[in-house]
């Protein structure tokens, strides 16, 4: 039996492992073309590999985030979402939010947070304490961001969005109408998680780029109303400072 000399070995393992890389990067960028959720054999059929091989490459890159599994299609996941915001940075908003988001971690020990849609996905644009920016795993659709203070703000103030499911006609229509206002508060009462109460306000971006909110999460089900007047004059003061700012800071918040 013939055996295989070390530089040979080393450089079949090369080839092997460019391959697999080559491979998975030929599925998430014919996953990402399509645009929508897609099983394997459209996935196969548009990367331009086997079935099986899709399988097994999509099967590591769900592990990775780098894909999610809905059902039986797959999505681009929040790996690649995060490696596309990687240096992505909002120094206006940075500059004009700073000091009130630390002001009221203060008074919500929790977490403080803007954030906004980033197509159907939920993206933190600025936090402080237990929450990190960049992409969630947060979809609109999977009924978790539509219980949320942050979410409601953010679906009533977009006029694409339908009305939430579970969500009463009478609700959706006041929060329509109160959406974008600038005294504006919503507040949500342990309907996301069990313990945790948030309460939000809108953010108006500059030039046109809709709106993001001001979140602040409490342990508990008591939400102060010291820190809801915090939230929405923080809101407020954000809004007007970003009214003046080059709106393609935010261009990658555009539908």
Request: charged share 25%; glycine share 10%.
């Amino acid at each position: 039996m013939n055996e295989v000399a070390p530089e040979e070995r080393r450089s079949k393992a090369r080839t092997s492992g460019r391959s697999v890389l080559e491979g998975a990067f030929t599925v998430l960028d014919a996953l990402a073309a399509l645009e929508r959720p897609a099983g394997l054999s459209e996935l196969a059929r548009a990367a331009g590999l086997p079935k099986s091989t899709v399988h097994r490459l999509m099967e590591q890159l769900v592990e990775l985030e780098a894909a999610q599994r809905v059902g039986e299609r797959y999505v681009v996941g929040a790996l690649v979402d995060r490696l596309s915001l990687a240096g992505r940075r909002y120094p206006a908003l940075q500059a004009a939010a700073s000091t009130h988001l630390r002001e009221l971690s203060a008074l919500a020990p929790s977490s403080v947070s803007i954030g906004a849609l980033r197509g159907d996905r939920l993206v933190v644009l600025e936090g402080v304490g237990a929450i990190a920016t960049g992409p969630t795993p947060i979809r609109i659709g999977e009924g978790t961001l539509e219980k949320t203070a942050m979410g409601r703000i953010l679906l009533a103030a977009d006029p694409d969005q339908d009305r939430p499911a579970g969500m009463g006609s009478r609700q959706w229509r006041h929060l329509r109408l109160a959406g974008r206002r600038p005294e504006t508060v919503v507040i949500e009462h342990e309907e996301a998680h069990p313990s945790v109460s948030c309460v939000a306000a809108p953010v108006q971006l500059p030039g046109g780029c809709g709106y993001a909110a001001l979140g602040a999460v409490v342990y508990g089900r008591r939400v102060r109303s010291s820190l809801s007047e915090r939230v929405q004059r923080a809101a407020a003061i954000i809004s007007r400072s970003l009214a003046s700012t080059d709106p393609r800071e935010f261009a990658d918040l555009l539908p």
